[in-house]
């Protein structure tokens, strides 16, 4: 059973949230605080933690810094609107993913599945398709439908291996950025806007209206399988 520690304190929507995922299987732990969820975490054993941004004691951003210190649990944020540089902090510090209110139980959902598919040690082997091309990161070769190899650069691979291996996950530009490093001295954000068009030029069965290969405006880029 997977159990799911929601940090949230509005208490209507704490209580929607866990009627919404015992109904579904899941087995729930409730804290109104930062205090409160940092003990839970230290309490039981936790497969995914939903975490609102701004809590009555500390903000969700601190609880992330704390939580990281000694775990790698999966985090969805859940944030307002207009949170956007809130967002992005929550991300670089080790949040997985994160929906904005209102957000649909649907939603949520299927973050919560994303987030808790295991992620592949850099290590492994990893064979993923975008589209008809199969990618095999430990050897570098893509190869089209037709069996014609496609021919990616460096960057290109840089990039791939992080998203690839992550399938779901929402990827932050600083993380692209810091793989990118090394690799080209265009470590600006904008040009990841450029190598993601020649990604989905390459491996994309539409480029322009992208299936797999996705943008989170202002936040990163997510590899959906
Ligand atoms: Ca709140």
Redesign the pocket.
């Known amino acids: 059973m997977t159990r799911v520690l929601i940090v949230?304190?509005?208490r209507p929507l704490l209580r929607a949230l866990a009627m919404n995922l015992v109904a579904r299987g899941y087995a729930v732990t409730e804290a109104e605080n930062g205090a409160r969820a940092l003990t839970a975490l230290a309490d039981h054993q936790h497969d995914a933690i939903v975490l609102?941004l701004?809590?009555p004691d500390m903000s969700g951003v601190e609880v992330i810094r704390a939580v990281r210190e000694f775990a790698t649990t999966p985090i969805i944020v859940l944030s307002a609107r207009n949170g956007s540089s809130d967002k992005v902090e929550a991300l670089d510090l080790g949040a997985d993913d994160y929906v904005t209110k209102p957000f649909s139980m649907d939603e949520l959902l299927a973050r919560l599945r994303a987030t808790s598919r295991r992620a592949v040690a850099a290590d492994e082997s990893v064979v993923a398709h975008v589209g008809s091309v199969r990618i095999d990161l430990a050897t570098t070769t893509a190869v089209d439908q037709a069996g014609k190899a496609v021919h990616l650069t460096p960057t290109e691979w840089k990039l791939l291996d992080v998203l690839l291996r992550r399938p779901g996950k929402l990827i932050s530009t600083d993380t692209l950025l810091t793989a990118v490093r090394g690799s080209t001295e265009h470590t600006d954000s904008s040009y990841l806007r450029i190598y993601f068009a020649q990604l989905r030029r390459k491996l994309e069965p539409e480029p322009s209206r992208p299936r797999h290969l996705i943008t989170e405006p202002g936040m990163g880029y997510r590899y959906r399988p």
Do not use: A
Request: hydrophobic share 15%; charged share 65%; glycine share 16%.
């Open positions: 949230e304190d509005e609102d701004g809590l």
